[in-house]
């Protein structure tokens, strides 16, 4: 995060799994959308190509396969739980 805001201009969204929300309070946040395989909200930072989901496989199980990086969240290389986009909300 801190090299994101270091380039003067920060999205301020985070992808948290839905339990973020039960352990802070849900009114200071937007949910902005939500990690999934289509870019429905313009909002995925990358995209992998097919060449870097059958070498992460090879890497994760020592074999040929496909890990599809694109259908979740990813956090270094491995796909996570299915992530919300918040944004903190902020009082004018």
């Known amino acids: 995060m801190e090299e ?4 003067g201009r ?10 973020y929300l039960f352990k802070h309070c ?5 949910i ?3 990690c999934e395989n289509m870019d429905l ?5 990358r995209v992998y190509t097919s060449d870097e ?7 994760l199980f020592g074999k040929k ?6 259908a979740a969240g990813v956090v270094n290389g491995t796909k996570v739980y299915q992530r919300l986009l918040i944004r903190r909300v902020t009082k004018e």
């Open 26 to 30: 849900p009114e200071q946040f937007e």
């Open 65 to 70: 396969g496909t890990y599809d990086l694109n």
């Open 10 to 19: 920060c999205s301020g969204i985070m992808g948290v799994s839905i339990t």
């Open 41 to 45: 909200y313009g909002l995925k930072t």
């Open 32 to 34: 902005v959308g939500m």
């Open 53 to 59: 989901c059958r070498n992460r496989y090879f890497e």
């Open 4 to 7: 994101s805001s270091s380039r």
